[in-house]
């Protein structure tokens, strides 16, 4: 993993020769050794089809490809930062939350509708978040942005996570994603503000839950 923590709004990351990496434009603190930076256009290790693909759903994310031979630290809008390993599964992520990733990794994009058909959909309206979503494949390690720090939630078979949707960050594993009323539920935790909706994560992974409802 690429990716060592400095706090909870820094990481750093090991760049070598022949490897890349890509990162949120702007994410640059500070950097060691000999690297360089190069606005990305070919949508990471999707190519021009994901690229083209994040555009029409509205998910671009402008990225810079970095490479050379050093150490660089990452860091945007004073976030908290979620380090995640991938060992060969997908990451399903927005994609304003990425600061920086493995260069590795296969990057994509999926319309959310896709999974838990029209309630995917809705998913998108209520949290003011697109009705595609970034994706991440691979082994390799991913750099997450979220309000407030992030838990780690495990979902297991017959055990599905039930999540209020302004706090979900992402998820990964074998796992499907359904909206549904809350019947209240917002107001009995003393946080309603009209969207009675929680969205429910069943199957195999997990789900990266952040302290706060606020968007990035």
Do not use: C
């Amino acid at each position: 993993m690429p990716f060592r923590e400095i706090n909870s709004k820094m990481v750093e990351a090991t760049v070598l020769p022949g490897q890349k990496m890509f990162s949120q434009r702007g994410a640059m603190l500070a950097y060691r050794g000999e690297v360089s930076f190069t606005p990305n256009m070919q949508g990471g290790q999707g190519g021009l089809a994901s690229m083209i693909g994040r555009r029409v759903a509205g998910e671009a994310a402008p990225l810079m490809t970095v490479e050379g031979n050093g150490t660089v630290m990452f860091g945007h809008g004073g976030h908290h930062i979620q380090v995640i390993g991938l060992t060969g599964d997908t990451l399903y992520v927005e994609a304003d939350r990425l600061l920086a990733f493995d260069g590795t990794l296969q990057q994509g994009t999926m319309f959310m509708g896709s999974q838990g058909g029209v309630m995917g959909m809705v998913r998108g309206q209520v949290t003011g978040q697109g009705l595609f979503t970034t994706t991440l494949k691979g082994h390799g390690a991913v750099a997450v942005m979220a309000h407030g720090g992030v838990i780690e939630v495990p979902i297991t078979p017959g055990r599905p996570v039930h999540v209020d949707p302004q706090a979900y960050v992402a998820h990964h594993g074998d796992v499907r994603n359904k909206l549904s009323t809350a019947l209240g539920w917002r107001d009995m935790v003393g946080r309603g503000s009209g969207e009675a909706f929680q969205l429910e994560l069943s199957g195999n992974g997990a789900v990266y839950v952040q302290a706060s409802e606020e968007k990035l």
